[in-house]
């Protein structure tokens, strides 16, 4: 008997006939001696109906209030898939977030886990009940019902596996793993039989959506080994874990395209000290999370600051920096939207040259500019003209000859 906790997204419970697939396969695993703990999504699309319907209503929702609605989406999966359990003869029980003891901390929509107590599931499971849990959600000390930021079933999936000691996490989607690009954009990306959390947190935090990256960090924090795979075959899928077996030979393991990004230009402000900290401050008291920044080299005392932050967040950032130009003597606030982040992630990167090179002359060959650049270790980001952003994941795709990879 292994503890065995599966995730499943918005289109694997996209409706009731993808329900009862579900619980088949639920089944199948409680069958076969198992404990299982099942996290499910909202249908897809319920979650962007939800928020379109509040802003609707209102310009700017409340976070709290935003919570207590999106956190409805996940109520409805949990409890029809329990149901569909039942039909078929399984003893199932849903909980919400609150009831399966997931406590975060008071941030609204994008709340961090601090504890998990599993009292209340661990019973369930020695009561010989499949326990189907809402992913995205959980309850602050105040008692208040918080979520984890879009993707956040995933987190939860992670969190519960580590909770309980689950002996496997399988992470069940619409595509058979992870590929070397997104499948819907390069069509000879191919799928990746192990991945490292390293990379995986990489392509995740640029763009590149079958996984949420906060779930990877918990996943590497906790050390949780998943298998991200398709609900719609038997495919094998991809293995993320701390160490793979290729590390040192493969230098590229993927690309991905984050479009949404926005880039925000603080322009003629004074160069001297203090100045950038008095921006990045004002920013990050509110929150903002901001990716890449280009400072250029001023010239007669004055600068021009770069940087990027998700597109949701621009008009925030603009509002926030206002009064901080008038402290610190003036200067000029431009955004621009149609913009895309383009990464190439590979661990083999930190004892490879000539990756950085190999990226610039694709692009260069296809004549696509090059905006802003930044790297780590294990990755290089290059901002882009988002209707170029496509075309630029193919060529650099090409170029690491990626399509000759994987399994
Ligand atoms: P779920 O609803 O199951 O959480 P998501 O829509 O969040 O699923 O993530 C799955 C989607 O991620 C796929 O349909 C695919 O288009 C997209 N995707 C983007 N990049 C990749 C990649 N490198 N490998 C696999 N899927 C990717
Ligand atoms: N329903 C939430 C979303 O659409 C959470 C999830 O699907 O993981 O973002
Ligand atoms: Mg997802």
């Known amino acids: 008997m ?57 310009d700017e929702p409340s976070d709290r209030e935003l919570d ?14 329990a149901m569909a359990l039942h039909g078929m003869g399984v003893d199932a029980v849903s909980r919400t977030g609150a009831q399966a003891g997931i406590f975060t901390d008071k941030v609204h929509t994008r709340a961090k886990i601090q504890a998990i107590k599993s009292e209340t599931i661990e019973k369930d499971l020695a009561e010989g009940h499949v326990v189907i849990v809402a992913g995205f959600q959980g309850i602050n000390e105040d008692g208040q019902i918080t979520t984890f930021g879009r993707g956040g079933s995933d987190l939860t999936a992670m969190a519960m596996a580590a909770a309980i000691h689950a002996d496997k996490c399988e992470i069940y989607t619409d595509v058979d793993g992870v590929y070397t690009a997104d499948p819907r954009v390069v069509t000879d990306a191919r799928k990746l039989s192990e991945l490292s959390y390293d990379e995986m947190l990489e392509l995740a935090s640029s763009g590149t959506k079958v996984m949420q990256s906060r779930s990877v960090e918990f996943a590497k924090k906790h050390n949780v080994v998943f298998e991200v795979r398709s609900s719609f075959n038997f495919n094998p899928g991809t293995i993320v874990k701390e160490e793979v077996s290729y590390m040192e030979k493969v230098v590229v393991r993927g690309v991905s395209v984050d479009k949404d990004q926005a880039k925000v230009i603080v322009s003629n402000i004074l160069d001297k000290p203090g100045t950038s900290a008095k921006v990045f401050r004002a920013l990050a008291d509110a929150n903002v999370l901001v990716d890449m920044i280009v400072q250029n080299v001023g010239r007669q005392g004055i600068a021009n600051l770069t940087f990027t932050v998700p597109q949701g967040d621009s008009q925030s ?26 990464s190439v992630v590979g661990v083999g990167m930190k004892t490879h040259s000539g990756v950085a090179a190999t990226v610039f002359q694709a692009l260069a060959d296809n004549e696509i500019n090059i905006d802003l650049i930044s790297t780590s270790e294990i990755k290089i980001s290059i901002v882009i003209d988002q209707d170029r952003a496509d075309e630029a994941a193919r060529v650099t795709h090409a170029a690491f000859e990626l399509d000759k990879i994987g399994d």
Request: proline content about 1%.
């Open 2 to 58: 292994a503890r065995i906790v599966q995730k499943y997204g918005g289109t694997s419970v996209g409706d009731v006939e993808r329900i009862r697939k579900v619980a088949e396969r639920i089944k199948l695993t409680r069958d076969q001696g198992n404990e299982v703990v099942v996290v499910v999504s909202a249908r897809s699309g319920v979650t962007n109906e939800l928020l379109a319907r509040a802003k609707s209503l209102c």
């Open 68 to 81: 207590m609605l999106l956190s409805v989406g996940e109520q409805e999966t949990i409890a029809l898939t």
């Open 317 to 342: 950032a603009v509002k926030l920096l206002e009064p901080v130009l008038d402290e610190i003597g003036g200067g000029q606030i431009a955004i621009h939207e149609h913009v895309a982040k383009l």
